[in-house]
């Protein structure tokens, strides 16, 4: 399968810990539904990171990619989200 794109998987039980990290309320639980969605959502966000960070690589003829490129996308990322 040459030329094909890992896939980005995010686990369900990791994503549920970390959304629970920031409920206040210890009864709070996020549904099946929710965590699923919040995988994708982040699934979504570090696909288009990785693809924004390359894009500054490109543009500033780099060989590959470091943090300082994602550091130069992450405000204008995080403003899109």
């Avoid at 810990?17 to 969605?37: I, P």
């Avoid at 990171?49 to 130069?72: C, F, I, T, Y």
């Amino acid at each position: 399968m040459a030329g094909t794109e890992p896939e980005t998987i995010f686990k369900k039980e990791t994503v549920s810990k970390l959304l629970t990290l920031f409920f206040k309320d210890d009864k709070t639980k996020a549904s099946n539904d929710a965590v699923s969605l919040m995988a994708e959502m982040l699934k979504i966000f570090v696909i288009e990171a990785a693809q924004r960070a390359m894009k500054q690589a490109e543009n500033e003829d780099s060989l590959g990619v470091d943090l300082d490129h994602v550091e130069k996308v992450l405000p204008q990322l995080l403003l899109d989200f």
